[in-house]
């Protein structure tokens, strides 16, 4: 997360100070630039596009997701995706919901975000 | 959310072919071109922090978001906020959690987001 773009992003998404200038947020809660937590979300979602090789896409129906920790200019984020569950439609035969725990972690292996998903998933030979 | 935004976010953050490729979009779950639901998410924050006057600003801890409808290009947003809950802290006097459940809705009405998030919130003179 290069500081450039926790900038860019907050600017066009989250424009608070404490993730738009790196002096005014340090008198704020976070004590320093953090990145928006939206920001975090979003990356996490690149790094499950590049690792989750589901047929039809990941096609997201919800999530509920946590911050316990913020992002800061320079953290290096890598994610692990645990499937949890698989739930048949009862009314679409051809679908179902896949539950997925994704764990954003920091260069430290401290968790930046909790992110506990439903996505949409096709049965084989039916995508 | 224009045409132009929804695939440039796609292609930084949710680089799947129904949020990348008007073209290839109409053979997917979507049938057309959509906007990725973190774009959606982030786009909700930024007239979020338009209309919610905290004090100390937003800081989410969490939030549980669902995107019952696709947004498509040109579509027009707004959000509509309701405080639901505030839930003084038991370890920090000077602090809680404020539960704001935020409904997003396109120009027809639909509802495309709903996300309840629990943000931190100071007690008066606190801040």
Redesign the interface.
């Known amino acids: 997360m290069t500081r450039e773009r926790i900038l860019g ?1 907050a600017s ?7 993730h738009t200038d790196a002096d005014a947020a340090q008198a ?3 004590g320093g630039l953090a990145a ?4 975090t ?3 996490t ?2 790094l499950l ?1 590049e690792s989750v090789p589901f047929a ?12 316990p920790r913020a992002v800061r200019p320079e953290d290096q984020l890598h994610v692990i995706t645990t499937a949890r569950e698989l739930i048949p439609s009862k009314s679409k035969p051809d679908r179902g919901m896949a539950v997925l725990e994704s764990i954003t972690y920091n260069q430290d292996d401290a968790i930046c975000q909790t992110n506990v998903s439903k996505v ?1 998933v096709f049965r084989r030979g039916e995508g």
């Open positions: 992003f066009e998404f989250d424009p608070q100070s404490f704020t809660f976070f928006s937590g939206w920001h979300a979003a990356v979602m690149r596009v039809g896409g990941l096609i997201g129906a919800g999530s509920e997701i946590s911050w949409v």
